[in-house]
């Protein structure tokens, strides 16, 4: 099989609040790349990117789709790898994990919304990931939309440097083409051919001025990009050739100085082909991303990896997915040397070699089997036994770990049973798998009362799950009312001495321990457990202190309040004592568990709680009652400002255990006009009036707060 070019490769993702379009945008691109040959609307539930019943029915992204589609740019041939994400910030993890394994990305952006809450999350995930942006302003032909506004929002709201490469020509119903800046040409779409077919024509003479002012914006950005360019940019502003511009503009894209701006409407097919023409332009192949970097896991040694079929393997798998047919397929993207069907692959964190028995390009939920996998390539292969997201995929005798996600804990469980017993096995299998599928989705089983605890993102992560079940796997379920994801947290230091002593004839056991327990150093950034050695002299032997940190570590599983999770703790061992026969390691797990019991108790424990970062958009006219009500939950609000169609955005940071049903109480409140997006920010303590009520609720240990 020949090497492909990679400098003719283009691995990119569609990224966006919700409703901007995003999949809308996909769906054009797979017709006018040849890749389907009927339009899939989103609104009709026929998208092929959202294949899942659930997406189609709701007509929301839930799961990333991945796509291999080709354009011709200049007479040359581009190979497209797509994802189109989710937008909802229930499904950001999605999101993330998508921009991890990309290398540039589409914002695609509302013409009459603007940046949204949403959009900035996205954004923020793009900017910790150095993925080259290009913006396309979606949804000209609706009523109120503006392209300069969206522009003027970027530089505000984002902190962005948007350099417009086209201007529309029209807006709302009038919206007929755009112009472009580059070429200075304007393109005009066929409404009867689907927008397949259009004509450049010159600039309309009422556009010409206009033109003329924002080219020579975009060509002062393009000059700020390269010095000697600038020299002669400064003599004759315009002796730049048309190269000259696509150079520089794809130079500062790659740098993330600036973000080309496009705009169209992709319901209507205008604009979708010229952002084709624009990603080959300005967003990076494989080959203009830095080496991926990853740890040697013998040697701890940082090492490079060139995107070359030639070089050492190393893949990172970025999502898990069953499919009906073929089994569990996983997603990964080769970042070096190449992945074979038939052949091994060695997985750095479970250690074990693995059999590639088949790999497939994919096309949505559709999979086109290949023979290899090479450098900078996105695929989906099977056969894999043991494997999670974020695990590193290499050759045995050269093993990287690559840098994997971080991803948010989950905030909201339910309890979930079969309504039969035979469903029983049914309801494990298959939450065992759609664990496996999505990292933050997890399934514990409550200690007291013995219920299976789904946890997730919010209610619509747990309504997908509950739903999948139901079609997927056949379980219907009787689901409990939600419940908040606490943590605990102690606010004091407190010394100890912990003995443990049993004797009971022959040989007993003993262990002898003086700790301090109390909350992490300012400076101790990692959260868990920080354990300090301070034992001197030998009084306890170097082989029983691993062992009092381990245990440490697993108690802080459960706190002394409600059972609730610590994130993160400082113990330092000070002192003890050892008996040469009785001592031995169980012993010292032992008196580090009871050592933690009893000091926590005594530490000053606080319950936390986790707190959401709410953005309302609403009418002027219902702001009142939209801050009462949030009052009236607890929220605090942070601030308000003006949205461009005249509505407010209030800000608020709320608890999550007051927003169960908002979106229905919101509607209430403002007859339907007003929307919401909700995501987790940080876990605060509660007051000692809402933790007495919430662990009367589960345990009733109220004792231990005074």
Known sequence: MAKQDLHLTRNIGIMAHIDAGKTTTSERILFYTGKTHKIGEVHEGGATMDWMEQEQERGITITPAATTAFWKYNGTQYKFNLIDTPGHVDFTAEVERSLRVLDGAVATYCAVGGVEPQSETVWRQADKYNVPRIGYVNKM???GADFFEVVRQMKDVLGATPCVIS???GSEEKFKGIVDLIKMKAILWHDETMGAEYDVEDIPAELQAECEEWRGKMIELAAEQDESLMEKYSEDPDSLTEEEIVAAIRKGTLALDIVPMTCGSSFKNKGVQTLLDYVCMFLP????????????????????RRPDEDEKTSALAFKIATDPYVGRLTFFRVYSGKVEAGSYIYNVRSGKKERVSRLFQMHSNKQNPVELIGAGDIGAGVGFKDIRTGDTLTDEGSPIVLESMELPDPVIGIAVEPKTQKDLDKLSNGLAKLAEEDPTFTVKTDEQSGQTIISGMGELHLDIIIDRLKREFKVECNQGKPQVNYKEAITKTVNLREVYKKQSGGRGKFADIIVNVGPVDEDFKEGGLQFVNSVTGGHIPKEFIPSVQKDFENAMKSGVLGGYPLDSLKVELLDGSFH??????????IAALQAYKNACAQAGPVLMEPMMKLD???PEENMGDVIGDLNKRRGQVEGMENSRSGARIVKAMVPLSEMFGYVTALRTITSGRATSSMQYDHHEPVSNSIARS?????????????
């Open 141 to 143: 032909d609706r009523s």
């Open 167 to 169: 201007v529309p020509i």
């Open 285 to 304: 192949s494989p080959l203009d991303t830095p080496n991926i970097e990853g740890q040697n896991p013998e040697t701890g040694e940082m090492e490079t």
């Open 580 to 589: 040469p026969v009785d001592s031995d390691q169980l012993s010292f797990e």
């Open 616 to 618: 309302v958009i609403t």
């Open 694 to 706: 919430v662990l009367e609720e589960i345990k009733g240990r109220v004792d231990l707060i005074k």
